[in-house]
């Protein structure tokens, strides 16, 4: 390599903004590179099957969502907070595509485990694809596909437009936002594959839920989730009673 590529350039982090000496082909400043290491999982409880981290003593209430195991498993290298947040918000709202870039090859470390024929993306809705000009789980999608030597088909659509997920604050309301929103697009044979269900974040899992039973329906042998982060709290159990009025603190 030449020696001017392995020196410091000034330039803007893709975190947070800010122009500072970063190295050439990794572009975070010093202190966020810092704090997206530290943001892998680390002590906390978590569900060895969903990720969720758990309040000690009570089950999953991810899992407890999904009785008939409709995601058998999730897989996911970032809890959302920190930099990991300010990296997908930037891929998500400011159409900032290194950041997916930076997330995809800990999400393919992620997914070692997973055993799937193929990855597919959550898919955006129409209206939404059309401001974004591209749908960032798809990019993720390609992007962990290739270094995992997997292909990926955007092989579901939404059958409508939905509300944003992160403006409902109930899982009620998350849920409902959903039913039958999700279908795998006409002509795509699913069946009797692995799918591995990409997305950037997890909350509640509605979105991931409704992909999988779409995927399901279609024939699909299996579906597990990879995601870039998981909300920290989202597994968390709430009482039955108190869980419709539970409101999320998280905005995404
Ligand atoms: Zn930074
Ligand atoms: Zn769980």
Redesign the pocket.
Known sequence: MLPHLLSPVSAHCVACGQVADIADGLPLCPDCLRRLLKARHSVDAL?P????VLSIGHP?A??RRDPDRLVSR?FAPYRYRGTVRGLILRLKFSGDTPAAALLAPAMAEAARAAQADLLVPVPLGRRRQRERGYNQAALLAMLTGKLRGLPMEEALIRTRETKRQSGLHTILARRQNLIGAFAVRPGTDISGKRILLVDDVRTSGATALACARALREAGAADVQLLCAAIAPGA?RYFRPSAAAGRRYRRKE
């Open positions: 569900c099957r969903c990720l969720s999953c991810v899992c999730a597994g």
